[in-house]
């Protein structure tokens, strides 16, 4: 029977010492959808793909596809294809040079090299030693390593860290296509703005801790308005007398649950004229940042 290509962690854990990186996380990573894993620096994103791929073992619980752990897997470079951060490639040495190699010990035919070099776009600097790759090139280079095997599942960690925004624009049509053929992708990263047009699910932690799992859409809790007055106290009790849920935030006022024109039409009928009257930017990089906290690494593992 054919390996399931579905990711599950189930209460893992991870501590370093007094560190808890990884607390108890259970959630499921489904087949042909992008998954966002998202959480600020820290958070323990790192430390939770590693261990679903052998590489940290885990204080308790487990990362499996479909049941079975990584190194149980029949055939792994089949299964899964992995770019991990901070992926060193020998300088010296050429990217198709660099995918020989990994080829050559996993059994893989050597036609998947150039076919791998194309799907990222650097079949023409494929002959070039690495040590003169620019950055995105190299991200794109890990890529190619992780497609050698013609993996079901992706699991990519911040891929779009250093890219530009053609190349951002790039990964992001890459891994909508690798999970429209039926593929497990799994994208970290801490930023939701990077990985918000590309993803069709999204799991979040913060401090190790499951703090959201569901779609992009049920993570915006409602829209808000941001308004303001040259008389603030005046539009703020018109506000409240209308029944708004009203917060005093970065200099203005936030009203939560009305559109704009509703909050218009109070402060008109409470005759207070109006400085500002919009719908707030970036409702869903808001909500993340309540999710995870929103203080410098806010999402630091907890200590014991
Ligand atoms: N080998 C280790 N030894 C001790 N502590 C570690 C080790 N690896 C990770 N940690 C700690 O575990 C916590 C989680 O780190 P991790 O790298 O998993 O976070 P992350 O979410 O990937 O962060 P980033 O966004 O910065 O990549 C941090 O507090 C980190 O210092
Ligand atoms: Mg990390």
Redo the contacts with the bound molecule.
């Keep these: 029977m054919a390996t399931s290509t579905t990711i599950e962690f189930r209460g893992l854990t991870k501590s370093?010492?007094s560190?808890h990186?990884v607390s108890d996380l259970s959630f499921t990573v489904e087949p042909g959808q992008v998954t966002g894993f998202l959480?600020?620096?820290?958070?323990?994103?790192?430390?939770?793909l590693r261990m679903l791929l052998g590489l940290v073992r885990p204080t308790s619980g487990t990362a499996t596809f479909g049941g079975v752990a990584y190194r149980d897997l029949a055939s792994p470079f089949e299964t899964v294809g992995t770019a991990l951060?901070a992926s060193s490639f020998h300088p010296g040495r050429s990217a198709r040079g660099h995918l020989a190699v990994y080829a050559a010990a996993a059994g893989i035919r050597k036609s998947r090299i150039d076919e791998a070099l194309r799907l990222v776009g650097l079949e023409t600097f494929a002959d070039r030693r690495v040590g003169g790759y620019s950055l995105g090139m190299r991200q794109r280079l890990g890529l190619a390593f992780a497609l050698l095997g013609d993996p079901r599942v992706l699991v990519l960690d911040?891929p779009v860290n250093g890219l530009d925004p053609e190349g951002i624009r790039w990964i992001r049509t890459f891994m909508r296509e690798m999970a429209s053929q039926g593929r497990t992708v799994l994208v970290s990263s801490?930023l939701l703005s990077e990985v918000q047009q590309s993803v069709d699910r999204l799991v979040i932690i913060s401090r190790?801790r499951l703090m959201y799992e569901g779609t992009l859409a049920g993570l915006d809790t409602g829209s808000r308005v941001v308004v303001d007055a040259p008389d603030r106290d005046a539009l703020e009790a018109a506000l409240v007398q209308a029944g708004a849920d009203v917060h005093v935030a970065g200099g203005a006022l936030t009203v939560a649950g009305l559109s704009s024109a509703e909050v218009g039409a109070i402060a008109h009928r409470a005759d207070v004229p109006l400085s500002q009257l919009a719908a707030e930017n970036n409702r869903l990089e808001a909500a993340f940042l309540e999710i995870v906290g929103d203080t410098g690494l806010g999402?630091?593992?907890e200590r014991a």
């Design positions: 370093f010492g560190v990186a959480g600020p620096n820290g958070a323990g994103k790192t430390t939770t951060e911040e801490h190790g999402g630091e593992a």
